[in-house]
């Protein structure tokens, strides 16, 4: 039997169980393990800065080779220039609506958004949704490859539990900038906000989610393959969406979420 048909029969994603076709080495594991450490605490770091780093770090690479590993990974630094986040089609491109919206209620707005997550001997790429009121992380799924089909699934499951948000906000990254994934948010409804091109706080949640997931799991936790990354990534969003956090007044994503959705 297939690999395919066997997962399907057990309902596994793919997706989980293979890092990208293509293994990069040992030494660029570790560079793009210091690339993302780096990109966390300083997003607005180009190539040449990111060399300088790496230097310091006792790696001499060359600028070509930063690049190639930033784009597989999705980074880019955080002033307007095209990467991606490539940039997909102008045509779907949609302003940022949330700019000083006041945010009152579960699933009025949520955040999506895709990072680079490094394991021992790989790494995959890890898509969330944050519903921006509560901070409750109503989905996420892990993936092998940047495609855009990984974001629409995680978004079509969260909506399948939760009910559909009235505003789903992302960058202009090219899954989100694709005719499938904006036809799919005009039919359901939904409007579309997208951050603007080069601003680092339009999705800050988000991004502060991120740092949450790394310092506080990945970076202490390499999972060996793609199962236990998934298995520990579970347990660590069930106990994120308990515990209480200081940007809602200590209070709880679970709490505040089911107390006014529910």
């Given at each position: 039997?297939?690999?395919?048909?066997?997962?399907?029969?057990?309902?596994?994603?793919?997706?989980?169980?293979?890092?990208?076709?293509?293994?990069?080495?040992?030494?660029?594991?570790?560079?793009?393990?210091?690339?993302?450490?780096?990109?966390?605490?300083?997003?607005?770091?180009?190539?040449?800065?990111?060399?300088?780093?790496?230097?310091?770090?006792?790696?001499?690479?060359?600028?070509?080779r930063i690049r190639r590993l930033m784009r597989k990974m999705g980074l880019m630094a955080i002033y307007?220039?095209?990467?991606?986040?490539?940039?997909?089609?102008?045509?779907?491109?949609?302003?940022?609506?949330?700019?000083?919206?006041?945010?009152?209620?579960?699933?009025?707005?949520?955040?999506?958004?895709?990072?680079?997550?490094?394991?021992?001997?790989?790494?995959?790429?890890?898509?969330?949704?944050?519903?921006?009121?509560?901070?409750?992380?109503?989905?996420?799924?892990?993936?092998?490859?940047?495609?855009?089909?990984?974001?629409?699934?995680?978004?079509?499951?969260?909506?399948?539990?939760?009910?559909?948000?009235?505003?789903?906000?992302?960058?202009?990254?090219?899954?989100?900038?694709?005719?499938?994934?904006?036809?799919?948010?005009?039919?359901?409804?939904?409007?579309?906000?997208?951050?603007?091109?080069?601003?680092?706080?339009?999705?800050?949640?988000?991004?502060?989610?991120?740092?949450?997931?790394?310092?506080?799991?990945?970076?202490?936790?390499?999972?060996?393959?793609?199962?236990?990354?998934?298995?520990?990534?579970?347990?660590?969003?069930?106990?994120?969406?308990?515990?209480?956090?200081?940007?809602?007044?200590?209070?709880?994503?679970?709490?505040?979420?089911?107390?006014?959705?529910?």
């Amino acid at each position: 039997m297939s690999i395919r048909r066997q997962c399907d029969l057990l309902g596994v994603n793919r997706n989980r169980l293979n890092t990208p076709k293509r293994k990069e080495s040992v030494e660029n594991l570790s560079i793009m393990r210091i690339l993302d450490e780096r990109y966390l605490n300083k997003p607005s770091h180009g190539i040449l800065r990111m060399q300088d780093h790496l230097k310091d770090e006792g790696y001499l690479v060359n600028e070509k080779r930063i690049r190639r590993l930033m784009r597989k990974m999705g980074l880019m630094a955080i002033y307007p220039k095209p990467n991606l986040s490539r940039r997909g089609h102008i045509k779907y491109v949609h302003p940022y609506l949330i700019r000083g919206m006041e945010v009152n209620r579960p699933n009025q707005v949520w955040a999506i958004d895709i990072t680079y997550i490094p394991m021992a001997k790989g790494f995959q790429y890890l898509t969330a949704i944050i519903d921006l009121y509560s901070r409750y992380v109503v989905g996420w799924d892990l993936s092998n490859s940047l495609d855009a089909e990984s974001s629409h699934r995680v978004l079509r499951q969260a909506i399948a539990k939760y009910g559909k948000p009235e505003i789903v906000n992302s960058d202009q990254g090219s899954q989100f900038t694709c005719k499938e994934w904006v036809g799919y948010l005009e039919r359901s409804e939904i409007r579309i906000s997208m951050d603007g091109k080069g601003r680092a706080l339009d999705n800050v949640f988000i991004e502060r989610l991120w740092r949450s997931v790394k310092y506080d799991y990945v970076y202490l936790h390499p999972a060996e393959d793609g199962q236990e990354l998934y298995k520990g990534l579970k347990q660590y969003f069930e106990e994120y969406n308990m515990n209480s956090h200081q940007g809602i007044a200590r209070r709880k994503p679970t709490e505040l979420f089911y107390s006014i959705a529910a």
